[in-house]
C-alpha cells in the first residue's frame, strides 16, 4: 500500500524581508507525463492552504488560475531567454508588460526570478545577468510596481567556498564581476539573495564527512553540533550551516543588510541503488524539521530569531524529469494530487493548514506477516484495550472474517484514541498511517455503523438519539441488500 500524505503548508502573507513573519512556499515544476490542469493545481494549493509558490516560467495558464486565489506567486524568467532581455531594455519591457502587467494584481506576483542557477548552468549567459535584472526591474519602474515586485536571481550554494565553518565563506572570487554589482542592486532596491539549499546533495558528496542526522535536522546532543572554531558558535544543520555562510560571504563583500530568502531546498522520496538515502522517511524527516524550523521563527546562529523563508522543492514528483530515479522524486504530491508521505508537523507553530488528524487512518500494511498481524491484533484487542466486541461472530465487524479486515478495524480505533500520533499506527511494523478512509474498504458497514454513529452520537447528544437509531437500521438494511 502507498504510504499516502496529507501535506500542509502555509505561512504567512506578506512580501519577504528581515523583518516579516517567515512563510514556507513551494516549487511547481512542470516536467510530468500527466501534469495537472492548472485549475486543478490551483485546487491543490487552496487544499492545503499553500500560500507562497514558485513558478519556473511565466505560463499563462497558471497565473490565470491563480487570479484571486490569495496565493502569492514567484514568476520567473527561463535560462533561455536570459540572452535576449539581458541585450535588450525593450525586450524585457515586453517580457514584463505581457506576463506581469497583464495579470497583476489579479495574480499577487511578488517577485521575479531573472535565470535560475546561471553563474552554474549557463556561465556564458553571466556578464549579461546584470542587465536583465536592471532592464526587468527598470521596466517595474516604469508599470510603478517595483515596490510591490522585487527582482533577484536565484543562487546555487556551491558558489560559496570554504563553506565550513560559515565565518570563513566566501564567493567564488572569479564571479566578483557579476556579484558585486548584482549585490549592489539587490541591497539599492530592496531586494533579497535568492538561494537553493540542497543538504542532500552536500551529504552524498561529503563521503561521510557530514552526518545523515546533521543534513536532516535532526536533534543533536552539543557534543555532536558543528562549531565554527572561529566564532564558537554551534550548528546543529548544514542548512542554517549555509544560510549564515551565505551572510558571511555577503559580509565579506561588504554588503550586510540584504536579506536571504531560500528559493529551493528538499528531499528526494526515491532513488537509485547508490542513494541508500532517498527515502520517503528521510524526506519526510528532512521537510517537517525544516517547515517548523522556519515557521517557529528560530533562525540561524549568526541571526537568531529572523527565519529564512523558504519554497520546497517541489509540489509534485516529475516523471519525466531526466537523470537518476531520485530527479523524478523531490514532490509532496503524485500527478493525482495524492501525497507521497504524510508530513509531521506537531509543534510547528502558527502553521495554517489542513488538519490532518481528520484526514488519517491506520490501516494493515500491505504484505504483513499474518502471524505478526494476528499478535498485533491480539494486543489491540487486550494490552492495548480496544473494544473489538464489534469483532465478534454475528456483531457489525465479523464480516469478513479475516485478520486484515478485524485488524484494520482494530488498528485504526487504537490509532483514533491515541491522538492519531505517529506511534499509534506501528503494531510492530504491520501498520501505515494512510489518507485511505477504512470506511470504503472492506468493513464498510462496520466502520459506517460503528465509527460514524458514535461520533453522531457525540455531536447531536442523547436527544436525538431515535432519530440515530433509526439512520443506522436504513443504512444496516441497504448495505445487506
Known amino acids: 500500500m502507498a504510504l499516502l500524505i496529507l501535506l500542509l503548508l502555509l505561512a504567512v502573507s506578506s512580501p519577504a524581508t528581515a523583518d516579516e513573519d517567515p512563510y514556507i512556499g513551494v516549487n511547481i515544476g512542470t516536467d510530468l507525463s500527466d501534469m495537472p490542469h492548472p485549475t486543478q493545481v490551483v485546487a491543490l494549493l487552496k487544499a492545503q492552504q499553500i500560500r507562497h509558490v514558485r513558478l519556473y516560467n511565466a505560463d499563462k495558464g497558471m497565473l490565470v488560475a491563480l487570479a484571486n486565489s490569495g496565493i502569492r506567486v514567484m514568476v520567473s524568467i527561463p535560462n533561455e531567454q536570459l540572452l535576449g532581455i539581458g541585450q535588450s531594455n525593450s525586450t524585457a519591457a515586453n517580457w514584463v508588460s505581457r506576463n506581469i502587467v497583464a495579470h497583476y494584481p489579479a495574480t499577487n506576483i511578488t517577485a521575479i526570478c531573472v535565470g535560475s542557477e546561471v553563474l552554474t548552468t549557463l556561465p556564458n549567459a553571466a556578464p549579461l545577468l546584470v542587465n536583465a535584472i536592471k532592464f526587468v526591474h527598470s521596466a517595474l519602474v516604469a508599470s510603478n510596481l517595483d515596490n510591490q515586485i522585487k527582482v533577484s536571481t536565484p543562487l546555487s550554494s556551491s558558489i560559496i567556498l570554504d563553506s565550513f565553518p560559515p565565518s570563513q565563506a566566501f564567493f567564488n572570487r572569479s564571479w566578483n564581476q557579476v556579484l558585486v554589482p548584482m549585490l549592489n542592486f539587490l541591497q539599492s532596491s530592496g531586494s533579497f539573495l535568492m538561494l537553493n539549499i540542497y543538504p542532500y546533495y552536500d551529504y552524498m558528496q561529503s563521503n561521510g564527512v557530514i552526518p545523515l542526522d546533521y543534513a536532516l535536522f535532526k536533534p543533536l546532543p552539543p557534543n555532536k553540533e558543528a562549531v565554527d572554531a572561529n566564532t564558537l558558535v554551534h550548528y546543529s544543520n548544514v542548512f542554517d550551516a549555509m544560510v549564515d555562510a551565505t551572510y558571511f560571504a555577503m559580509a565579506f563583500l561588504n554588503f550586510t543588510n540584504i536579506p536571504v530568502i531560500v528559493t529551493e531546498t528538499g528531499w528526494p522520496s526515491k532513488g537509485d541503488s547508490n542513494e541508500p538515502d532517498a527515502t520517503i522517511e528521510n524526506a519526510n524527516t528532512y521537510n517537517s524539521n525544516l517547515i517548523r524550523h522556519v515557521l517557529n521563527k528560530t533562525g540561524t546562529p549568526k541571526r537568531p530569531g529572523i527565519a529564512i523563508s523558504t519554497y520546497i522543492y517541489e509540489l509534485y514528483n516529475e516523471d519525466m524529469k531526466p537523470g537518476p530515479i531520485s530527479e523524478k522524486n523531490w514532490g509532496?504530491?503524485?500527478?493525482?494530487?495524492?501525497?507521497?508521505?504524510?508530513?509531521?508537523?506537531?509543534?510547528?507553530?502558527?502553521?495554517?493548514?489542513?488538519?490532518?488528524?481528520?484526514?488519517?487512518?491506520?490501516?494493515?500494511?500491505?504484505?504483513?506477516?499474518?502471524?505478526?498481524?494476528?499478535?498485533?491484533?491480539?494486543?489491540?484487542?487486550?494490552?492495548?484495550?480496544?473494544?473489538?466486541?464489534?469483532?465478534?461472530?454475528?456483531?457489525?465487524?465479523?464480516?469478513?472474517?479475516?485478520?486484515?479486515?478485524?485488524?484494520?478495524?482494530?488498528?485504526?480505533?487504537?490509532?483514533?484514541?491515541?491522538?492519531?500520533?505517529?506511534?499509534?499506527?506501528?503494531?510492530?511494523?504491520?501498520?501505515?498511517?494512510?489518507?485511505?478512509?477504512?470506511?470504503?474498504?472492506?468493513?464498510?458497514?462496520?466502520?459506517?455503523?460503528?465509527?460514524?454513529?458514535?461520533?453522531?452520537?457525540?455531536?447531536?447528544?442523547?436527544?436525538?438519539?431515535?432519530?440515530?437509531?433509526?439512520?443506522?437500521?436504513?443504512?444496516?438494511?441497504?448495505?445487506?441488500?
Open 332 to 481: 509532496l504530491f503524485d500527478a493525482n494530487g495524492d501525497p507521497v508521505y504524510i508530513l509531521r508537523l506537531t509543534g510547528s507553530g502558527s502553521l495554517l493548514a489542513n488538519d490532518t488528524t481528520n484526514q488519517t487512518y491506520c490501516t494493515v500494511k500491505e504484505g504483513a506477516d499474518p502471524k505478526m498481524l494476528q499478535a498485533a491484533l491480539d494486543w489491540a484487542c487486550g494490552p492495548g484495550k480496544v473494544d473489538c466486541s464489534p469483532l465478534l461472530q454475528g456483531k457489525p465487524c465479523y464480516e469478513p472474517d479475516n485478520v486484515i479486515a478485524h485488524a484494520t478495524y482494530a488498528f485504526d480505533t487504537y490509532y483514533h484514541r491515541m491522538g492519531k500520533t505517529s506511534d499509534a499506527c506501528d503494531f510492530n511494523g504491520v501498520a501505515d498511517i494512510t489518507t485511505t478512509d477504512p470506511s470504503k474498504m472492506a468493513c464498510c458497514v462496520c466502520y459506517i455503523n460503528v465509527t460514524f454513529f458514535s461520533r453522531l452520537k457525540a455531536y447531536i447528544g442523547r436527544k436525538l438519539i431515535p432519530i440515530y437509531v433509526l439512520v443506522q437500521a436504513m443504512v444496516l438494511v441497504f448495505f445487506q441488500e
